[in-house]
């Protein structure tokens, strides 16, 4: 609608990855199948209206020249991409035996720690609100009282809980709220001594972008400090990137305060010590960092990316969660057992250098949203298949 807005009215729309089980009682295969065409069938009209071509969801991994070729033409398997040769006979062995550990593991472990902040973070719609719910259901399960915090709109965490529990408090960090409600405070505290000149002044100051950055750092540190007695699970929490740049703000906001606030004898006001959540994140004692990703190349390719950035904010992530992992379904569609392969590459790619630890969630038929459903899925013993 934008860009037809702006007259650029010639277009077409291409749906990638489009699925036809060929098993009728595979029900793996047929809720994947299922996904696809309900979201098809939703899409809003100005999508709906465009002429349309369908790519089927192809059996090989769509990187590299060979794949890439095959991915428009007839439905052959390109010749085995560099990386996958070799696999043949290994593959039957590795099957039984996935480097990956189920959930329910993860929470025994975190859960054994007492208290900490769980970060979950991973590139969009991998499943971090649905890892971070399941842990923070898990951590319950297993007799702590847990906040889970979102910078997601409030309304995906509680979606994917579809209700309530006992000792799980659900918090968000609204980076426009926060924001107004730290100008707010700057200007009753330290506009309130000056003359309408230096309040025109300060909250000239305080429009700059920067505020915003500051005021999350606060939300943000806010949560990071209760997580030195309890268990705060952070779903979507702050890159390596916008750590280092909140960090910056911090030096902004003690100047800030210093600039505004001095007591009668010069001093710098006290109880505004600025305590960087950083040094906390990077405290491996109080703070686990969990990235999600789902086994193919691409996201992959930045999950590992997102961990460098990270590890330059020298946080190092504490374990991997495969998502969505056809290997662990146990799906007997041929198309999706095909796929297997590429799966399996990325999964040992995780497991051989990217990740210390790695944690595996199955494509579930059924969507994991409920706590009921969340709960089964980290409960103690639980296999993690479905
Ligand atoms: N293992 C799974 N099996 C089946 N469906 C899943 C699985 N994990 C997540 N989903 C579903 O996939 C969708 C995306 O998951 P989720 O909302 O947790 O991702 P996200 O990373 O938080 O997304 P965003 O980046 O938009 O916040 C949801 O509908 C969720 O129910
Ligand atoms: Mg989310």
Known sequence: EELRSLGLANQRLAINGVFHASDPNDPIAQAIEALGREAMATMPDTLAQLPRDEVPLRAFDTVGLPALRALLGASVRPEPVEGLAGFGQAQAERKASLPAEPLSRMADELAAKGHGLI????????????????????????????????????????????????????????????????????????????????????????????????????????????????????????????????????????QMTQQYETKADGSSASGLHIVTPLMRLQDASITHVVIVTLPETTPVTQAAALQDDLRRAHIEPWAWVINKSIAASGTSDPLLRARLEGERTQTQRIADGLAKRTFVLPWLAQPPVGVEALGTLVAVGAKGLS
């Open 119 to 254: 970060m979950v973070m991973g590139k969009g719609g991998v499943g971090k609100t649905t890892i971070a719910a399941a842990l923070a259901v898990g951590l319950v399960q297993r007799g702590h009282s847990v906040h889970l915090t979102t910078t997601d709109p409030a309304a995906h965490v509680a979606d994917t809980l579809n209700g309530s529990l006992e000792g799980l408090k659900v918090g968000r960090i609204d980076p426009k709220a926060e924001t107004e409600a730290y100008i707010a405070k700057i200007m009753a505290s330290k506009g309130k001594d000056l003359d309408e000149q230096g309040r025109a002044l300060l909250l000239e100051d305080l429009q700059s972008p920067c505020t915003e950055e500051v005021a999350v750092f606060h939300a943000f540190s806010r949560v990071v400090n209760t997580a030195r007695s309890a268990f705060v699970v952070l779903d979507t929490a702050p890159t390596g990137h916008s750590l280092l740049l909140m960090d910056a703000t911090g030096a902004y906001h003690r």
